[in-house]
C-alpha cells in the first residue's frame, strides 16, 4: 500500500550568512502493507509531518521515490489523492458554510453523490459525537469539535488507505478514547490500512501494529511494539528475598536468565528478556534453591524506553515541550516552494 525509498526532503531557510539547509527527511524506506495500522513516531521536528506531506503529493520529494496505493507520487499525484483520505495536523480550511455542507461538498469533490455523501456525513458525525452539530459554521465549533471534523472530512469518501496526523492532539481523553475506537473499526471493518502520526506513546501501543520510529530525520525502528520493547531494553523482574542471606543465591539465578542484576538491601532486579517465558521457570528454580519471595513484579519497558535506547533521549521530554509550547499560536514553519 505504501513504498518509499530513500526518501529525502531539504529546505532551506534564511539568506545570506543566515543561509541553511534543513534536511528534514534524510533517507526514509519505509514499506506499509494492505491492513496494516502502522503508528509514526518521534519527537517534534523529527520529520513525520514532512514524510507524510510527500507521501500524500503536497510536497515533492527533494529525491527519492515513494508509490502510495500503487501510484507514483509524483508522477501520478492526482490518482494517489483520489485513493487516500488525509487529516492533517493543522486541519481543514472551512469556507464559511454549515459543518455539515463543508463535508458534502468535501465529499461530492471526490465524487460521490451528494445522497451518499449525506448518508455517509450524517453518520461520521454520530459517530464521531459531532450530533446536532451539522448546521453549525466550523469557526464556531470548539476545538475538539473542528478536529473530529476534520476526521470526518478526511474519511468523508470512505479510503481504505487512511493518513492521520496527530489525529487526537487537543481532543479530551473521551473523545480521544472514541476516536481510537473509530479508528480501530476502520480496519476492522472496512480492512482500511492507516498510516498516523502521534507523539502519544499509549496512542501508538494501544492502536498499531507496528511502530516506526523516526527521528533527526532517519528511520531508527521499524517493529511491533512488543518487539521493539523486547529488543531493546528487557523486562525488569524486580524481587523481594525473605531473609538477607538469600540475596547472593537469589542474584547469582536472575544473572543466569538475565543481565544487569542489582542488589539493594533484599531487592534484587535485573532485565530479562521475554519475562512471561522465562519467570515461571525462575521461581521454580528459586524454590528448590530455597529462597523464600516477599514478592516478585515483573515491568515491562514503555516505548520511551525504547526510544531512549534508540537515542539517548526521551521521547516525553519532548511531548512535555510540545505541551508547554502548544499553548500559544501554531509555529509557523517558513514555507519555501
Ligand atoms: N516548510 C519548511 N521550511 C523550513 N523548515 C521546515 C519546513 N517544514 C518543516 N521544516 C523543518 O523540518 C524538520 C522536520 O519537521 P516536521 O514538521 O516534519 O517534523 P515532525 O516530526 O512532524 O514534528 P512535530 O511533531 O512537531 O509536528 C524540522 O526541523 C522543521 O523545523
Not at 54 to 83: C, F, H, I, N, W
Not at 198 to 205: K, R, S
Not at 277 to 297: H, Q, T
Not at 322 to 329: M, Q, V
Amino acid at each position: 500500500m505504501i513504498t518509499a525509498r530513500g526518501l529525502v526532503q531539504t529546505f532551506h531557510t534564511g539568506r545570506g550568512k543566515a543561509a541553511k539547509e534543513v534536511r528534514a527527511v534524510d533517507g526514509v524506506d519505509l514499506d506499509v502493507a494492505e491492513g496494516e495500522v502502522v503508528g509514526f513516531l518521534g519527537p517534534n521536528g523529527a520529520g513525520k509531518t514532512t514524510t507524510l506531506r510527500m507521501l500524500t503529493t503536497l510536497l515533492r520529494p527533494t529525491a527519492g521515490t515513494a508509490t502510495v496505493a500503487g501510484y507514483d507520487v509524483v508522477k501520478e499525484p492526482v490518482q494517489v489523492r483520489r485513493s487516500i483520505g488525509y487529516v492533517s495536523q493543522v486541519g481543514s480550511t472551512f469556507s464559511g458554510a454549515y459543518a455539515g455542507d463543508e463535508v458534502v461538498d468535501h465529499g461530492m469533490l471526490y465524487g460521490m453523490a451528494r445522497g451518499d455523501a449525506v448518508r455517509r456525513g450524517q453518520e461520521l458525525f454520530e459517530r464521531l459525537q459531532l450530533d446536532g452539530l451539522w448546521k453549525r459554521m466550523p469557526k464556531n465549533m470548539s476545538g475538539g469539535q473542528k478536529r473530529r471534523l476534520d476526521v470526518v472530512m478526511g474519511l468523508i469518501h470512505d479510503p481504505t488507505l487512511v493518513f492521520l496526523d496527530e489525529p487526537t492532539t487537543g481532543l479530551d481523553p473521551q473523545a480521544r478514547a472514541n476516536l481510537w475506537e473509530h479508528i480501530e473499526s476502520l480496519r476492522t471493518s472496512h480492512g482500511a490500512t492507516v498510516f498516523l502520526t502521534t507523539h502519544y506513546l499509549d496512542e501508538a501501543d494501544a492502536l498499531a501494529d507496528r511502530i516506526v520510529i523516526i527521528d533527526q530525520g532517519r528511520i531508527v525502528a521499524s517493529d511491533t511494539a512488543d518487539n521493539l520493547k523486547a529488543q531493546v531494553a528487557g523486562d525488569l523482574v524486580d524481587l523481594e528475598v525473605a531473609s538477607d542471606d538469600q540475596v547472593a543465591v537469589a542474584a547469582q539465578r536472575l544473572g543466569a536468565i538475565g543481565q544487569a542484576v542489582e542488589t539493594d538491601g533484599r531487592r534484587v532486579r535485573g532485565r530479562v528478556e521475554r519475562a512471561g517465558r522465562v519467570v515461571p521457570s525462575l521461581l521454580r528454580d528459586l524454590g528448590s534453591a530455597g529462597v523464600v519471595l516477599d514478592s516478585i513484579e515483573v515491568l515491562r519497558p514503555t516505548l520511551d524506553d525504547v526510544f531512549l535506547t534508540l537515542t539517548g533521549r526521551s521521547l516525553r521530554d519532548a511531548e512535555a515541550g510540545e505541551a508547554s509550547s502548544s499553548e500559544g499560536e501554531p509555529e509557523q514553519k517558513e514555507e519555501v516552494a
